[in-house]
C-alpha cells in the first residue's frame, strides 16, 4: 500500500532577514565600507549631504525636552540618528575642519600626505632604490608609514580623540533630547510608527 516517493528537493534557499536594531547599523556600517573600498565614497557622502534636514528645524529649541522614561528616550534616540544623518554628518565635519584650521601643522602634514599620494598613485609601479626594488604594494606601505609618522609628530591622536569625543557629546545630547514626535509626519507616516506606551 505505501509507495516510496521520492521528491527532489535540492536547490537554494536565500531567506533574507530584515535586520534590526544595532545589528542594521552593523550592516548599514559593512556596506558603507564597501562604497569606500570601491571608490565611491566622495558620491556616497554628497548624496548624504543632499538628503540633510533644514537647519531651522535641526536647531528649533522649542523641541527639546527630557524624555518622559527610559524606553522612550531609547525609540527617541535611534529615531533622531536615523532622521537627522546626514546633519550629524555635517557637525562632524565642520568639527573636523575646525580641528584643521587651528592646528596648522596637522594641516600641512595632511597635505603633504595628500600630494604623496597622488604622486605615488601617478607614478610608475616600481621604483628602484638603490639594490631593491619596491613594487607599487610596498610602495603603498611606505607612503602609509611616513604619513602616519607625520600624523603623530603633527598631533593627530589629539585631535582625532578631540573631534571624536566632541561629535559624541554633540550628536548624543542633540539625540536625546530633541523630541522628534513634535515633528510632523508629511513625509512617510510609515518610518516611524507610533507605539503606544503601555
Known sequence: MSENVNIDLS???NATVEKKGFQKYVNDMELLMQHVRSGAAPALVMGMLSSRRPWTQFVATENFKAPASVPRL???FYRNIEYFQSNYLVVFLGLFAYCLITTPLLLIAMVASFFGYRKLTSGPNTWKIGNWELTKT???MVAGAASMALCYLAGAGAVLFW????TVTVVALHAS???IEALPQAENPEQFPMIEQV
Open 11 to 13: 536547490g537554494e534557499m
Open 74 to 76: 531609547s525609540r527617541r
Open 138 to 140: 610596498q610602495q603603498y
Open 163 to 166: 573631534v571624536l569625543g566632541a
Open 177 to 179: 533630547f530633541f523630541d
